[in-house]
């Protein structure tokens, strides 16, 4: 089942980058993706010299505005291609260009 139009929001590219469909067929997802590496330190006040761990986080950084440049610069095949995956039959791209302005792209 298709749906009539589909906004490409952070949270579809969220889905988009952690599926592995998406990112053989579109692999420039991952490269606008960077792990980030977070220390922080959790335990009893320092005052009282109760044993303080160190916890490590990994998050996922993901430039949003670039991923959407990327879509609405794609061929039309692609953009075809993208249409199928989402089961949609328009997509909505909002982005900003490089000028700063606010663009929306509906295919």
Known sequence: MTRP??????????????????????PFLTSFVTQVTRTSRVGGCRCRKKAIKAVTTTSQQINYNGIRMQIVTMPNAKKIKLKQLLAAKQLRVTYKNPQGKIRAILF
Do not use: A, Y
Request: charged content about 20%; cysteine-free; hydrophobic content about 40%.
């Open 5 to 26: 139009r589909v906004e490409v929001s952070n949270g579809v590219i969220n889905q988009m980058v952690n599926d592995p469909k998406f990112t053989q067929v579109f």
